[in-house]
């Protein structure tokens, strides 16, 4: 049994793990095409700011792990894939018969549609080639444009501003985190920033870029502002990688849409990680979560129903935990609640602290919080549980910050006295 996964990120390198494991006797052959070993983007902010060398990025850090392993590791672009030959084409020529395919590519920045974006000078922040070049340029006192104020966009910014250079932060949508945050918790992370020294200009969109004559480059606004730069760094958003699958005849929309085993529309081709379109626990829709979390529950799924274990997706609760200057934020499932749902907040500006739980009847469905983190499993679990809270809904409504009381009262009713108000 030859098992070829395409894309060598956590989702891939997961997979080829696991199946391995299942099946001793298989071939595994892991295919990637950035000329490094295996590595976490999620781990780039940290070699930007020098807590590690580029190798501290690499998702196993012993060099001889994936010959251990007996996992081949293939260094190429997949340019099409065959599913009646059952054959993948590389870009050079070469090419890989399988038994099994797990698409695993991931996806890659969006470049937005503005004049300039292809100076130098400007870059996303996605591949090792993208932080040794930021690295180059973002050094202390550096004036840097970050235009982009979304999830990424934030991780990013914790790293430029540890290294000291002058920050200005360009956002289209009317606050931060848009798709993480609501007004207020998002009001107050731009407090926050702006209070240790990072520009923030929401509801602002970027016109062009231009040669500067005083400084490298010039981020002009719609507003007729002019933001001088020494670089300017996108994070406008990110698109799966699909488009060697086509011709294939494998079913994608926002995705690759995979059922609950994994599986695309094609017998015997699977998809895991940012790539997949698949189930959300929450709304019971399909859709791409493009986290860490999920690409790891997808990976290890797809693997066993590759070797004909079967395993069932039920679905990822979607939920972000954000740095930021040290300022913690998270978001879980329907952080934004449901119509007709209830809903319970709680908010101490002045010490940056918030949060925020969604309820539908009795049931915990989403959260949000900024500057709290003891409840960030707790939150996880009312919401996959889907468990009835009861009484302590209306606890929880008069002091959301009960949660891990209610959590014990609701899954261990024998060990605890629900009765204390």
Known sequence: ???????????????????????????????????APPYSRMAIPYFLVGQIDETG??????????????????????????????????????????????????????????????????????????????????????????????????????????????????????????RMMNDTAAGLLRNW?????????????VAAVQPGTDSPLVVELESGEAIPADLVITATGVRPN??????????????????????????????AGDVAQGLDFSTGQYSVQAIQPTAADHAQIAAYNMVGLERVHRGNVNMN?????????????????????????????????????????DRLVGASSLGLTDHVGVIRGLIQTKVSLGPWKAKLEKDPTRLMEAYIARTQPLGYNASVV
């Open 57 to 178: 990025t690499y998702l196993r850090k012993d060099a001889a792990h994936f010959d251990r392993q007996g996992i081949e590791r293939v260094e190429g672009r997949v340019a099409s894939v065959d599913p009646g030959k059952q054959s993948v084409a590389l870009d050079d020529g070469r090419a890989l018969e399988y038994d099994r395919l797990l698409v695993a590519t991931g996806s890659r920045p969006v470049r937005p549609p503005i004049p300039g974006m292809d100076l130098p000078g400007v870059h996303p922040c996605w591949t090792l080639g993208d932080a040794r070049a930021i690295i180059e340029r973002a050094k202390p006192g550096a004036r840097v444009v970050l235009v982009g104020a979304g999830f990424i966009g934030c991780i990013i910014l914790e790293a430029l501003a540890s290294r000291g250079t002058k920050l200005t932060v360009v956002e289209m949508e009317p606050r931060m985190v848009a």
């Open 242 to 271: 699909l488009e060697f699958l086509e011709g294939a005849g494998i079913t994608t929309d926002q995705g690759v849409l995979v059922n609950r085993h994994m599986e695309t529309s094609t017998a015997g081709i699977y998809a």
């Open 321 to 361: 935990v954000l740095a930021t200057l040290g300022l913690v934020s998270t978001s879980f499932g329907l952080w934004m609640g449901l119509s007709g749902g209830d809903s319970a907040e709680l908010c101490d500006a002045d010490r940056f602290r918030y949060i925020n739980l969604q309820f539908e009847d």
């Open 1 to 35: 049994m030859h098992h070829v996964i395409v894309g060598n990120g956590p989702a891939g390198t997961i997979a080829a793990e696991t199946l391995r494991k299942l099946d001793p006797q298989s071939h595994v052959s892991l295919v990637g095409d950035e000329g």
């Open 193 to 205: 920033c702006e209070r240790e020294g990072v520009g923030v200009r929401t509801g602002a969109r």
